[in-house]
């Protein structure tokens, strides 16, 4: 038993091509850097029933679902995040960049027809839009630098991205008095700047909360540190709860992500 | 396998008739425009199952589901959007006017009983009437003007609805406060006119909601900034949080959307 | 293929008895107006998989399952509504109105155990008592005299129940506060009494919210201006949300209910 | 068929012993009055599939069930109560009584892994445990001989399982203070003791609400009076909304309630 | 059918070791103790399918599933409970301590992939790391060396597993206040340190709550008293309702937890 457990993993990891990352669109530099971008967060939990399939329809079924993804790769730019184990709310997550969110529609369509779309319920998306910073022109000159700082070079293999909903006395302050708060929360994330990435999304209209905060970290007691520290500074008391869940992954590449629904 | 994959994509552009856009209502020009008429959003999400029936069985009952449609659209107005990859909510979305709720209620009776039909489970339905506008009456001759401006005839592809709630302060207003109010709504929507195409149903006493607010665009990073300005407005501190989700989904022919289910 | 449509369809009238009405139990009308009378309102929706059994096999079902209702006619009013395509919370609803609640278990439990009801989960069940009006009492006359006119005679086919919960404020009030409160809510209510009737059940302690009102109209865009109308009274503002869904659908005979579900 | 049916019903009556009550543990009258005694409410949905399965196995299956529960009254005091047909939370809920919460889960364990238990889904399990009253010490002597009046001898069929979160100003009251709001509770409940048997399990730390306040009553409608009593007294004030359902069901042999599913 | 019952419950315990407890990890002792250790609890509900399975097969997956998590002790270390019959959140939870989230992730992605994980869906996943204690430092030396005291060695069965949100005026406090609260909370659970083992994660920025208070005791009764002492003192009034569970179950070694579901 043992030689054909090693014998399909060794199928998978051919026809996954677990050693190559996913080829990447020309523009990803582009698109995970600008303004007006539309990122897309979409969760999937595998059916049990595609266990029962044979292993050579689930393995050719997986080829077929990560060639459509390299093939829309070319408009699209898509990360890949495992999150059985850590989350109750899915199995494994992608985010879509796109200039067009029609571009993601077409992606996400084409994936959810191949056979194994077929067995991933999409348990949840969530979206938003990037933007130009709104408060960052009127900061003063260090910490505009500190914004400028890149985080460290360590590998953040943790994801996780947060809903979040300001409340209508936020949103009705002068921007000039948003601006002073930002610049508080700004200041409480400083000494974090370099063991998390941190990237937002404006969700307002798109969906029923305002932003999407989405984080890389290889040290999550930092980031707990990190939240708690955001926590204390005036702005968070203009929160309010969101019914949507927080979401937590291990960025993977796409060949490993598919590689656990192979074996 | 590729040269069959044509064919029967070729087979479902023919039985679906892609080129054609769905037969219209005579009267569909006056529904989309008076007042009593009543609209319902009916999102369906296809069960895993449908993809395991064979390919002509699920072509032909795309085919009477398509027919079904086609038939009701005398009495109603029924419009498709392709949820599936931007939404949680479901995979398609039906909007069906009508000056008799019976007739919503007939028609979807009937798509619902066809194959098709019997393997979309209805995951959200909500509805509202048209009514002659509170407000305007008392609006200044500028702002009456300005809502009488046409959207810009760009293409306006996404379409979000969004229900509303307000709070029975809002409710206990004098109706001269609340016109107040609302004209501050639409001064601060007024740099949007063109670019997102509106419209307002009333829920209160079909939903545990008040209304439901109708947005088609092609530009969603402006109806992000539109969405701010509006919360920014004091009107918006009367809102209350609903227990319904905000839908998205995109303007397609009904073969369009069809055609998606019948690869 | 139509003849065989025609022939089933024919086959479905006959079986189902579309033309008649439900046998009515001797003291329905009785039921319908007196205090201390039981109203449960139990909402179905049909599994998927109904549609996978044999014609033939559901017709018999669909029959046994409305014989099961007339036999309980004779101690428990039974109406029945069509709620699909208008409702996301189900099928169709069964409103049982019995004099002792176990009654109407028995018929519950006897309609659940059928072939049809095999295969319709009851999604929903609020329910609630008949009394003695709280506050009329002490109404003026005209007031009074308003009360008791007759909704008018034209068709109301639309019925919506809404569950109602009032906080603690309100129920800390002396009664004669909240008479003239509830006075005031009448009189908002006086304009529609015609086109709008009515039905109050009192669910405290038999759910987790305080009244179901019942509400039956052919008019629906009246029905709206009423409820806000209603929203509008100093009463409204002791409501607080209630985790129940407000249900909506149009009375047929039980025989047209079920016919739905023998095409 | 009826012979047919007549026959098997007969069968269920034998099988399941429809005359007979369940056998009682020697300590079941003790553990109904003690404190320190753990109170399990576990509430079951029958699997549509169960219907299923061949009659006899069901029969034989209900049978085992049976033997489960009687064999584990020697050490848990187990009553069944139906609420299929009264509420939407599942079609039967078993209350348990144990001095060690180890025995109800041993109990419940085996109950589950029997052929019906497989098909019977847990929906909801709310549990805690009794104590010696709080607040009656302090009680003048009249209210406590109210208090330990019996409730009349007439049969009470109906139960309701009601799960209860005070809010912190509750909590940080002082006891005299929580007492004097207490008594009055009392006070308001007097004209109710006869007619509504009570119980309160206390569940804090244990479930994420207080108390579980457990009912049985012959007359729904004055328990809807009662509990109209207790929101108007001061001490309603201070409870919160619980994300737990109002359970509601008819008390019945064991058998009885298997009976339903044997049909 | 008794002697099979009897030989194949032999097989089980044969088979998945009862006797013997699970191999434990060389870094259990520091992990149990040590700030910075990530502990996950993921709560499974077995599919009534499974129980559809020959029961050799059901063995052997259990068998294999057990291999897995001894496997895995080397490196992750792993508590298992029996929630089955006391929560209605699932059947079994698994707690997994590590030094580096992606261990827990590496053995439950394996979990889930054996025969019995594919038939055991995750209903429920919380995480937290531990810390460094915040305030003790500040503590007078008899409540630190309280906090020390051990709890007595008698057994401690019962689980239970509290997400815990503190506001936003909570956190807009000086550490000095909340260190004074901190002490009144600790004082009021002194009576209880030996009845009831604590441990706290800090799951802020992991969740959307800020805590898991994980206890263990064998005394309900008691702990019921704790929890109602802990909401008496002031700190208690800055939580606020959180959207995720309470968890219980009862210690068990794995063997005993998988032997449930090899019957």
Redesign the interface.
């Known amino acids: 038993m043992i030689a054909s457990v090693c014998r399909s993993l060794f199928l998978v990891l051919v026809v996954l091509g677990l050693s190559a990352g996913p080829s990447v669109a020309a523009d990803r530099d582009k698109m995970m850097v600008e303004p ?1 971008v ?1 990122g ?1 967060f ?2 999937f939990r595998v ?2 029933s595609w ?1 029962r399939l044979e292993r050579s329809v689930r393995i050719s079924g997986l080829a077929h679902a990560k060639g459509v993804v390299e093939r829309h790769q070319a408009r699209v730019a898509i990360d890949a995040y ?1 999150m ?5 709310q899915g199995d494994f997550m992608l985010r879509v960049h796109a200039t067009d ?2 571009h ?6 084409e994936f ?2 191949t056979i194994f779309g ?2 991933a ?5 969530m ?1 938003g ?1 990037t ?1 130009k910073p709104n408060y960052t022109a009127a900061f003063p000159d260090d910490v505009k630098s500190t914004l400028q700082t890149l985080s460290d070079p360590l590998p953040k ?2 994801t ?1 991205v ?1 809903p979040i909903r300001k409340d ?2 936020w ?2 302050l002068e921007p000039e008095q948003r601006g002073g708060l930002m610049k508080e929360h700004v200041d409480a994330a400083t000494a974090y700047i370099k063991a998390v990435r941190r990237k937002v999304y ?7 909360f305002d932003f999407l905060a989405y ?1 890389e970290t290889g040290k ?2 930092e ?2 540190d ?3 520290s955001l ?2 500074v ?1 702005e ?2 203009y ?1 309010r ?3 949507h ?2 979401l ?1 992954g ?1 960025t993977k590449s796409l060949g490993e992500v598919l590689q ?1 629904f192979g ?1």
Do not use: C
């Open positions: 007006g539309y897309t979409a969760v059916d049990s266990w495992l059985r184990g850590l989350s109750d969110l029609q993601t529609q077409d992606f996400l369509v959810m027809s077929q067995f319920t999409n348990t949840v998306t979206k839009v933007k293999p943790f996780i947060i209508a006395e949103w009705g404006h969700s307002k209209g798109l969906e029923d984080f999550l007691e980031f707990n990190l939240m708690v926590e204390k005036k968070s008391r929160s709860p969101v019914n869940p927080v937590i291990v656990v074996r």
